[in-house]
């Protein structure tokens, strides 16, 4: 009985080990004047809808393509996935009706052009939280 305990046990712990960090979500951050955000606010400014909050332009920046916080970014808030997403702004882009998101290298840079950046807003993995960050949403 007593080992089978311990299979459970050990099965326990490679599981909490092995569990990656980015399972933690998404967390959107944004310059410090910045309040809180809904998903629908999130929504119209990562699709081009939307330009503002609370009548102050707002510049939103993407992860990098292909990753999974970018992923998990474009299916909470965006609800599309990294293929619809692009097409998405393919066609906006093609009519006149604006850019994409720059999309930046790295959660660092992320963060960096968040802080440095009035009306700056991004996502990062939660795991990459750092105190001193505006959070506007969690997920």
């Known amino acids: 009985m007593n080992i089978i305990r311990m299979c459970v046990a050990l099965l326990g712990l490679?599981?909490?080990?092995?569990?990656?960090?980015?399972?933690?979500?998404?967390?959107?951050?944004?310059?410090?004047q910045l309040p809180r955000l809904?998903?629908?606010?999130?929504?119209?400014?990562y699709t081009g809808r939307s330009t503002e909050v609370n009548g102050a332009p707002v510049i939103?920046?993407?992860a990098p393509p292909g990753s999974p916080v970018r992923n998990r970014f474009l299916n909470t808030?965006?609800?599309q996935d990294e293929e619809r997403y692009v097409a998405y702004w393919t066609v906006?882009?093609?009519?006149?009706k604006g850019l994409p998101p720059k999309?930046?290298?790295?959660?660092?840079?992320?963060?960096?052009?968040?802080?440095?950046?009035?009306?700056?807003?991004?996502y990062v993995?939660?795991?990459e939280l750092r105190p001193g960050l505006n959070v506007l949403a969690r997920q």
């Open 14 to 32: 490679t599981v909490l080990v092995a569990a990656p960090a980015q399972a933690d979500g998404v967390v959107v951050i944004g310059h410090p």
């Open 92 to 96: 906006r882009r093609f009519i006149g």
């Open 125 to 127: 993995d939660a795991a």
């Open 38 to 45: 809904n998903a629908t606010v999130l929504r119209k400014l």
């Open 103 to 122: 999309e930046m290298d790295s959660a660092a840079a992320v963060i960096e052009f968040v802080q440095k950046t009035p009306g700056a807003i991004g």
């Open 77 to 79: 808030y965006v609800e």
């Open 60 to 62: 939103v920046v993407n």
